[in-house]
């Protein structure tokens, strides 16, 4: 073997691995399959009636799940209108749909505070918060970001900083559009 093609080969050697390596960089980032980061997953949480959720009991309903707080002055509020928009455009459709307000201010967000919120929005939306740990799981779980604000308001005043995301999720629990683009893929 020549020195120039024992270069060549090493040369090539490198590269191939080169490109491997920026592959896994590339699949770990996304999460795994298809490159899409995976999103949702079980939680235990409670309503605002005070009655323990969780993920299994919607199953065979669609989703749509928001993440938010009840003080929220627009950010919120804006949201869950659109989500409620779009959920009376559905028609009869819409029954099968369960919208969903998950709190990220579970200190402030007490049952009974989202008693009084959620029915403001749409008759069957579900209001759930949970303990400071069971609130920190479903967030990760959904990679929602959230925390208090650094703003000029304080005290009990305080604003919360957070992700604005409405999550539809297929009957089985997982994040439709992950699924639509498994499908074209
Ligand atoms: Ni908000």
Redesign the pocket.
Known sequence: MTDRKLTMIVGIFFAVAALAAIVAVYAWRGGGAGGIASIGGPFALVDQDGRGRTDADFRGRYTMIYF??TF?PD??PTALSDMIVALDELGPLAARVQPIFITIDPARDTVEKLKTYVPNFHPRLIGLSGSEAQITAVAKAYRVYYAKSEGPKAGADYLMD?S?VIYLMDPGGRYLTQRLRDLIS
Do not use: D, L, Q, R
Request: aromatic share 14%; hydrophobic share 15%; charged share 0%.
């Open positions: 938010g707080y929220c950010v919120c957070h604005s």
